[in-house]
């Protein structure tokens, strides 16, 4: 694990940044969660590192490159999210707000361990991601804008990096048990359940938008290719994410997709 600190000008990206724009709009509305649960995951961390035990001198090291990676995830979403505003989707902001103060109220109202275990399932989710990124979506990221691409390969990348940590955490303050498991995966129920309700609200409005000038025909090339992507999506992302819900899951068991070492080796 590393720290790295890309440099991207997303100030002449296209919107629809893919050949596919349904796939581009559904990726831009997943780059908002970044932006608003890197922070949430920050202050998990930090609030965690004081209760555990400083016996765990590994992962109190590997806690401390985890939150500086996420905030270079939060700044370069952020960025490429403005972008999107500036072109015209200033509707995305009122949709995001709900979702960003849901964050403030679990570190309000939630216990730490409810923080951890939904920050351990949206790792899952994230590790499971970075997986279908890099090994299944060829087809749609073929003639895409290298720099909305590239965004996506690298914060996904250092997601699969990262991937132990959350779980490594969980497991040093709550233990093996079967609550243990249960609460766990829990969390991820939790996690999969509202990141993937706002994403879905938000790629619906921005796709919606899109329809808004489009003629009959066009409308219905736009459902086609948009089924298309979803068929693949849920697909890919079922046969790993299933594997989260067993009490034997181990994110390390997990072996990186060709192509993210090369990747991370840019930065």
Known sequence: MKVRIPKVDFSTVPIHWAPNPEFA????????VPAHIEP??????IAARKVLDPKHATLHKEIDIFIKQEVQHCKLHQAFNQHLVNS??????????????????FLKDRSLRFNIAY???????GCAAAQVFFEDLDEFLEGADPRAADLWRWHLAEEFEHREVCFKLYKALYGNGVYAWLYRVYGFAY???????HTRRLAEAMIAKDRAHM????????????????KKIKKSSLKRLVQVLSPFYNPAR?????GMAELLARY
């Open 25 to 32: 709009q559904s990726y831009n509305a997943f780059s908002t």
């Open 40 to 45: 949430f995951l920050v202050k998990v961390m």
């Open 88 to 105: 015209g989707y200033e509707m995305m902001l009122p949709i995001e707000a709900p979702y960003k103060a849901d964050y403030d109220r």
């Open 119 to 125: 920050s351990e399932g949206f790792e899952s989710m």
């Open 191 to 197: 996690a999969v359940k509202h990141i993937g309700s």
């Open 215 to 230: 003629t009959e025909d066009e409308k219905k090339a736009s459902e086609v290719r948009l089924a298309a992507y979803q």
């Open 254 to 258: 997990r072996v990186a997709s060709p």
